[in-house]
């Protein structure tokens, strides 16, 4: 894998983070580059089986591009905290410089950095167990048809063609807001209680609502 | 008299009809589903000076279209002057109602908004401070109870003073555009001006809807549910409708016995084969007619129908339809026509015309009297059992139709089921009244002219030439017959049926009045008929009643709905050949 690919990967990564499925336009803006280069990465990445599903301008990353990602991201994380913590460097320039030397750092000086780091800040023990953190909040992000009846869940994304989007968001399915599932019977549509309204949502309407579950 | 024009708009199933009905003292049709308006509909008011023209929209949740029915909103305010828009809000859903209320308020014409269903507020234990509110949003505002006409007084005054010195809204608060911040601004006049009732609890019988709804929502019980209450409807109908019917027999007989004591024997024969023995018989089951609309207002006004397009929604979606579809499915067990026209709440063009073309096979409330008076003059009671097979073999034709169209004509998957789920109410007795009351009249109407008339014009194509003996073969309609009879000949069909299938295209219940005229002779229709026509064959006739052409009114419906000749003659020429084939499978195995 190339350099840009890792980091259109890494990016993919991060924006899947908190979104699950994500759109060609928020990488382009992210990396800031055209989305014919976008288009271009991702069928390598398509290629590679690192992502999957490209359809509407919706990408889903693959467990294997979930790995991949990860690992590029941890060396990133591990790099960037010790440039700041060790070294004093400012938050930008770490950053920076962290995202040049990822590509490039071999296995055994990240192995060599990770042990340095957890002796160096035992408490803040090795970045894996932020990204672990990270990956819990991914995986509190589902659809909505795979929510129980009876739970409450604050949408997260609304991710639907454009036309079901702006309906849905007209009735009232507002990100950040809380929605109860009323009825939810494995196949057929849902009903959602949306507003104080019974909303009857076929199921694959709801898979593309992410929704996040209250503790 | 100056004229204005006020148009109502409102979200699906906040009481616009309710209220355009309570206005103009029209009887549009009110249901407790979503989208039961889809076309707009006009009434009008006089108030003081004013001739008011009032417009029924269609409910729309936003001012920005996404179904066709919503589009004829937007259009009418964007494409006609309108003086005054009354907006209508659903006080137990104020803060959804209150973005398309902000929506309007943008467009600057001047408004009332319309609290309804103060009365369900107060069952929460909530009200809305009116006053409050009016100052917040600039505009006037009143609160009803649109279901009962309560508090329509106070808003023709409003109306009246709003056209007098016409204002343009002005809100306390700049009116955002993008949709979160709509909701935003919605949720804190909802916040503002809800207040809690001290000391009211909230009824017992929202804790008996719910319970309700977990059998009428259940993947199992529901349809079971659904069933029994289709049975229980039809049921109904004949056992009590036809008591009734029986009362009616007894007076139509003695008016028969009556008419044949006048001298001259041409208006004799009139009166008895074209009027007693035509539109009499037609008239006799008016009861089944009755009693079967009142079901269905029932559903409808209850709010259970949404909840079977939810339960059926699985098994729908084998014929590439969703739930919603079956709606105009229902409906069309009531009448052709409008279930038809129900079908264009529907979201996709290829859903709307697979429907329009399944409707015409269940078996509407034109077809029932034929079933009921053949086949008790032919099985007597055992003859509900025979009513049943037809209705659920029309089912059946309609689903292979459906089945059909999903595989040669649209391939594409279904869209995805998107409905709001009205709550449950009790059935308003005067709404449920006004509306069955409308069909029968609808009914009565029919038989006394297009029934009339056309049983009088096929009376006069028996008599004459008056030597030929009444419908005998060498009258008129006689030879008419014999001429086209060899296309049903092999389904086992005289001349005089196939002339009374063919009338029978104009409307269906002229099936039943042309054989009263053809048949015509001492004694009851049915005794003649049990006389003239051998059992088995009579099953065939029913069976290719059911599923032949639907009639003209359904024929033209088809046509201005589809838009387009191709659907309109595909579902002739389909139901034809339908109704020959599945006709002739019958008669092979009744023999």
Known sequence: MTKSLEDYLEAIYFLGLDQKVVRVSEISRKLNVSSASVNNAIKELTKLGYISHVKYGFIEITETGLVAGKKIASKHHLLKRFFEKVL??????????????????????????????????????????????????????????????????????????????????????????????????????????????????GRGICSKILVQEND | MTKKVVALIGQPNSGKTSLFNALTGSNQFVGNWPGVTVEKKEGLLTLDSFEIQVIDLPGSY???????????????????????????????????????????????????????????????????????????????????????????????????????SPKEPRPTFKIPTETADLYQQAKKIEEAVLTMIPGK??????????????????????????????????????????????????????????????????????????????????????????????????????GYIGRVAYVMDRFMHHMGLHGKSIIPLILGFGCNVPAIMTARALETEDEKIKTILMVPFMSCSGRLPIFVLFTSAFFGSRGIFIILLLYLLGILVAIITGLILSKVFFKEQSPELMMELSPYRLPYWKNIGRSTWTKVKQYIYKAGTLIFLVTVFLWFLSYFPSSSGFGGEKSIIGIIGKTISPIVAPLGFDWKMTIALLSGFLAKELVLSTMGVLYMGTGSLASLLHAAIPSSTIIVFLVFTLLYVPCLATVSVIRSETNSNKWMFLSIGWSLLVAWIVSFVVKLIVN
């Not at chain 1, 950095?113 to 909040?137: A, K, N, R, T, Y």
């Not at chain 2, 279209?65 to 964007?78: N, V």
């Not at chain 2, 002057?81 to 902000?102: A, C, G, Y």
């Not at chain 2, 029986?246 to 008895?272: N, Q, T, W, Y």
Request: with cysteine; glycine share 6%; hydrophobic share 45%.
């Open chain 1, 88 to 201: 004093h460097v400012s938050e930008k320039n770490a950053d920076k410089d962290a995202c040049s030397i990822e590509h490039f750092i071999s296995e055994e000086s990240i192995s060599r950095l990770i042990d340095f780091m957890d002796g160096f800040d035992p408490h803040e023990s090795c970045s894996d167990h932020v990204l672990e953190v990270l990956d819990q909040e991914h995986k509190r992000v589902k659809p909505l048809d795979r929510i129980q009846a009876g739970k409450q869940v604050n949408v997260f994304k609304v991710a639907c063609a454009d036309c079901i989007r702006k309906r849905m968001l007209e009735l009232g399915l507002l990100e950040k807001d809380s929605v109860e599932v009323v009825k939810n019977e494995k196949v057929g549509p849902l009903i959602v209680r949306i507003k104080g309204c019974n909303m009857v949502l």
């Open chain 2, 201 to 302: 609890r909230i009824s017992r019988w929202k804790a008996f809807w719910e319970h309700l709804d977990h059998v009428a929502l259940h993947p199992v019980f529901g349809p079971i549910l659904f069933l029994l209450v289709m049975c229980f409807t039809f049921w109904i109908t004949f056992s009590v409708g036809g008591k009734i019917a029986d009362f009616l027999e007894i007076g139509l007989e003695k008016l028969g016995i009556l008419v044949a004591r006048i001298p001259d024997p041409m208006i004799k024969s009139l009166l008895k084969n074209g009027i007693v023995g035509g539109v009499g018989n037609v008239l006799l089951l008016i009861p089944y007619i009755a009693i079967l609309f009142l079901f269905f207002s029932l559903l409808e006004d209850s």
């Open chain 2, 62 to 164: 936003s001012l920005t279209p996404y179904s066709m029915e919503e589009s004829i909103t937007r259009d009418f305010i964007r494409d006609n002057q309108v003086d005054l828009i009354l907006n209508i809000v659903d006080s137990t859903h104020l803060e959804r109602h209150l973005f398309l209320t902000l929506q309007v308020l943008a467009l600057k014409i001047p408004i009332i908004v319309v609290f309804n269903m103060a009365d369900e507020l107060k069952e929460e234990g909530k009200q809305i401070v009116l006053p409050e509110m009016q100052r917040l949003l600039g505009v006037p505002v009143t609160s009803i109870i649109a279901r009962e006409s309560k508090g329509i007084e106070c808003l023709q005054n409003e109306i009246s003073s709003s056209l007098r």
